[in-house]
């Protein structure tokens, strides 16, 4: 294997945020709060978020594995082409894209629904309609196309940009949730003195 080919290969590093990134969406800040801790507490919400780091660790060793034997950049699709053939690449191609298209809408509203928690009513303008009692603006949406059309553009024509930003991003995630966790079951120490 050449330098250049080396180069273009994702690290593991790279592999496990790409991993992880593709699992964040809107589950990942509706799901925890509603279903995991009221159900299985603090302690199996944390043994079920290690087994599910586990079972990344090994797709991204399996996708290294992958891309170290077949040299293609093309992903899982490529890896079925040279793998099983080319009509089993396409009915992969396909399922990819319907399960991207499926929770393509939650994942982007993921980040409203972040903004709607951290700036209050910032995006909340125009009011278009109600659905499952949860009021849609357009000033919402907008923002949701918005990111779509951003992280699509860079999804497309990002290079080398891409796999960097998407491994911060991943980082910067997972050392918030590590931090988060550490804060949950520390308690918070009463102080002395007050600011006043």
């Not at 080319?86 to 939650?106: K, M």
Request: include cysteine.
């Amino acid at each position: 294997m050449d330098n250049r080919t080396r180069s273009n290969l994702l690290s593991p590093l790279h592999v496990w945020a790409l991993s992880l990134g593709c699992a964040v969406g809107w589950g990942a800040f509706m799901v925890p709060a509603n279903l995991f801790i009221p159900t299985a507490g603090p302690l199996g919400t944390t043994i079920a978020m290690a087994i599910s780091t586990a079972l990344l660790l090994v797709i991204a060793a399996n996708f290294c594995r992958l891309a170290e034997k077949y040299q293609d950049d093309g992903g899982i699709v490529a890896y079925v082409r040279n793998i099983i053939g080319h009509d089993h690449a396409f009915l992969a191609a396909w399922i990819l894209l319907i399960a991207y298209l499926s929770i393509l809408w939650a994942n982007a509203t993921a980040n409203v629904l972040l903004a709607r928690f951290l700036l209050g009513d910032f995006l909340s303008w125009g009011y278009l309609y109600t659905i499952a009692n949860f009021d849609i603006y357009f000033g919402e949406v907008a923002a949701t196309w918005l990111f779509i059309i951003i992280f699509g553009l860079l999804a497309g024509y990002g290079g080398k940009l891409l796999k960097y930003f998407n491994t911060f991003c991943a980082i910067v995630f997972f050392l918030s949730v590590v931090v988060l966790w550490h804060s949950s079951i520390t308690p918070i120490p009463l102080c002395r003195y007050s600011a006043w």
